[in-house]
């Protein structure tokens, strides 16, 4: 073919548009896709290095910290053993008080100030381990500042024979009133605890369960008068257990049979004591004012005792003076019989002088100024004598 004629042909080729008609007007119109350069992401440079020890200084620290902690250890583990044991603590005696309320922070604050632990927690976590957070009582101790941890624990209980005593005389005819009193001066139980226990705490004697509860004089005639060891700052139910031990086992086997035999109950003979305890001058006289309190119970058409000492009594415990005209339950002048209750704690003496009286035909007595009674078998002689010169009354303290 000529080179025009192809070349003619090659341009009406290249002209050419083709016609696709509507096949792509859904879409749209066709652009070249721009694709955007690569970003060059480029890595920080640290500008610190890693510092790097060699091995052994590694070692070496580790070392220097375990010998310095062991040391560290070494030295505070020994303070507390030699706290918990006693150890380098002076020999000195110290006096230790434990209140009612103290619990067992209380306690080492107090064993603390003392001088006898260095560690108030160190104890503490020392009872609690043991158990014998709960083992202290109250009251006033001895000990000393060498005991371990475990004698002050076993030296702080009631049963303890550091414990602080006194050693106190109660009267054959002291009332409860001043018993209690007595007992609060010297510090061993406060008059208030002393009465609420005596008033309503049950204890196991077969002499006390029928008596009603209530009365702060409710064992009145059974505190029997002794010389007694007290612990200071005692419990009030220990302390009347003191006394009521001492009575149950003081009465004989033939003191409880002559009871029974008497026809009176237990708390009537101590009642009819109790009165031959105030109005005695001595021994000798005891069984002769029992009998004049039997014969006038047993013999006159309207048996009143008569006593000036259950008038007294009976007074102290409204608050007044003495009157034959007081309405109580005590006055023997207005109320025949056995009054309401013994008005003192009596003695064997005066209890057994009711159970053993002597047979006489005494109805009266007085005390004379030669401070012994004197006795009578009619009111005439009676009357003549407390009129004259001799008669001297002796009032209760």
């Known amino acids: 073919m000529p080179n025009d004629q192809k070349k003619a042909e090659l341009e009406a080729t290249q002209t050419f548009t083709p016609d696709f008609g509507n096949a792509f007007d859904d879409y749209g119109e066709y652009r070249e896709p721009v694709t ?121 209980m009631a049963s303890a024979g550091s414990r602080e005593t006194v050693t106190l ?96 109950t237990m708390r009537q003979i101590l009642t009819l004591a109790s009165i031959v305890e105030e109005e005695a001058a001595n021994d000798e006289e005891r069984p002769k004012v029992a009998s004049v309190m039997f014969n006038r119970l047993n013999n006159w058409e309207v048996p009143h005792l008569g006593m000036d000492s259950t008038i007294f009594y009976g007074a102290k415990l409204m608050g007044t003076t003495f009157s034959t005209e007081l309405d109580s339950p005590y006055n023997t002048y207005l109320y025949p019989g056995i009054p309401a209750g013994p008005i003192c704690n009596p003695g064997l003496n005066s209890i057994r002088a009711v159970l053993h009286p002597d047979e006489t035909e005494y109805y009266y007595f007085a005390t004379g100024i030669d401070n012994i009674n004197h006795f009578f078998d009619n009111a005439d002689d009676f009357n003549e004598f407390i009129n004259s010169d001799e008669f001297q009354p002796i009032l209760p303290d």
């Open 36 to 156: 955007e350069p690569p970003v060059r992401q480029t890595r920080r440079q640290r500008h610190l290095k890693r510092l790097r020890f060699p091995r052994l200084i590694w070692v070496a620290l580790f070392l220097f910290t375990a010998v310095w902690l062991g040391t560290l250890a070494a030295k505070w583990g020994w303070r507390w053993a030699n706290d918990v044991l006693g150890l380098n603590r002076p020999d000195e005696t110290v006096e230790i008080v434990i209140n009612d309320t103290d619990d067992l922070d209380d306690i080492a604050q107090t064993l603390k100030e003392a001088g006898a632990i260095e560690y108030e927690w160190l104890f503490k976590l020392y009872c609690k381990f043991s158990g014998s957070e709960h083992y202290f009582d109250r009251g006033i101790y001895t000990i000393n500042l060498t005991y371990d941890y475990h004698a002050l624990v076993n030296n702080l």
């Open 169 to 264: 005389m109660i009267r054959e005819g002291s009332d409860s009133y001043e018993i209690f009193d007595l007992l609060e001066k010297n510090g061993v139980c406060s008059r208030e605890k002393l009465e609420q226990a005596a008033a309503d705490y049950e204890f196991d004697y077969d002499f006390l369960k029928k008596l009603p509860y209530g009365a702060s004089n409710r064992l009145e005639g059974y505190l029997f008068p002794d010389t007694y060891e007290f612990y200071l700052m005692d419990e009030p139910e220990e302390v009347l257990d003191r006394f009521l031990r001492n009575f149950n086992a003081r009465l004989s086997e033939d003191d409880l049979a002559a009871i029974k035999e008497s026809g009176y």
